[in-house]
């Protein structure tokens, strides 16, 4: 009996040594790519394999997540935090071998398809999420956000016609993870600085038009007998998040059939449209989300419409581009 006892905690002993020691493994990263800059590369290994290796810390409430700052510009590191604390993710594999892919002439380079584990409370949607981190020159992240799903964004960048377009195209995509994320992780601050003060705010159900518009933009070509849209102000789109969406133990949103429409007269407007699956605790929804995005400053864009439904309508189209008026617009 006593040998019994004594062979069973030996074995415990050594389950519990092995998964203790499996905790403390530290993620191991091979990049592909990035052999033009072999510096930058290292660097960019060690500084991944030291975020995974602490998300990891943690989670397990052993890690200090401020120990990170270092690496990250203030606003990545803000957006990293409140990633965090919403989706408590850590590895979902012991080793990474994710593309490196430079960006704007080597100004920027992306390591994308970072999978991560999540804490997705009672939500019903996929645990693993593609975390993208955007390194500067000097080897700092810049940008910290999740992969939009089933994306070529080669073709997508293709399409542009001229060179400045196809610039724009990729900085749109950027956006549009950074927007994604935004609502996942109930960030209100990056929301309040995306929207203009002035944004058209439309969601409604499939019925019949509302009225009246901003300054900026009125609705042109919707029918009495197609949509009912609720009109909202950017105070009242924001205040609504705060008060029922946000509250949400969890949130996940997901765009996908993205499309990216340069204005064909005023080339610096753009209408991004997808496909919206919207998934939280306590509502689920999907439908059409229109965006008219402003590109006069790139590294600062504003979105200036705003426009979800939940179906299409009955000639299969939805709100786009040229379903707006522009006025007022000024270089």
């Known amino acids: 009996m006593k040998t019994q006892y004594l062979f069973r905690n030996l074995i415990l002993f050594l389950a519990a040594s092995v998964f203790i020691g499996f905790a403390q493994v530290k993620p191991k990263v091979s990049l592909i790519g990035g052999d033009n800059v072999p510096a930058l590369k290292q660097k960019f290994t060690q500084t991944l394999e030291t975020i995974l290796l602490e998300l990891n810390r943690v989670n397990k409430g052993k890690g200090d997540l401020n120990s990170l700052k270092n690496y990250f510009s203030e606003e990545s590191f803000r ?18 071998s994710p593309q490196v892919i430079e960006r704007e002439h080597g100004q920027f380079f992306d390591i994308r398809s970072i999978a991560m584990t999540v804490n997705l409370g009672e939500t019903e949607a996929s645990p693993t999420q593609n975390l993208i981190l955007t390194f500067s020159q000097q080897g700092s992240v810049v940008s910290f956000r999740s992969m ?29 993870e950074q927007f994604r994320m935004a609502y996942n992780a109930k960030d209100t601050a990056f929301l309040e600085k995306v929207y203009s003060d002035e944004a058209l705010i439309i969601v409604g159900t499939v019925l019949r038009p509302k009225g009246q518009s901003d300054d900026f933009s009125r609705m042109t070509l919707l029918k009495e007998d197609k949509v009912k849209l609720i009109q909202q102000s950017k105070r009242e789109y924001i205040n609504g998040l705060k008060k029922n969406a946000f509250k949400n133990s969890f949130l996940n949103v997901r765009f996908e059939d993205v499309k990216v429409l ?17 998934n939280s605790s306590k509502y689920s929804d999907q439908g059409y989300l229109f965006l008219m995005m402003d590109y006069r400053k790139p590294d600062t864009p504003i979105i200036h419409v705003r426009s979800w439904q939940p179906q299409a309508f009955e000639d299969g189209s939805v709100v786009g581009l040229y379903d707006f008026d522009v006025v007022g617009y000024n270089k």
């Open 262 to 278: 340069q204005h064909e007269k005023i080339p610096e407007l753009y209408g991004i449209s997808c496909k919206q699956y919207w």
């Open 148 to 176: 939009l799903p089933n994306i070529d964004y080669e073709h997508m960048i293709s399409e542009g016609l001229t060179s400045v377009d196809s610039l724009t195209r990729g900085r749109v995509l950027d956006f549009m």
């Open 79 to 96: 957006l990293l935090s409140q990633y965090v604390d919403q989706n408590h993710p850590y590895t979902a594999r012991k080793q990474y």
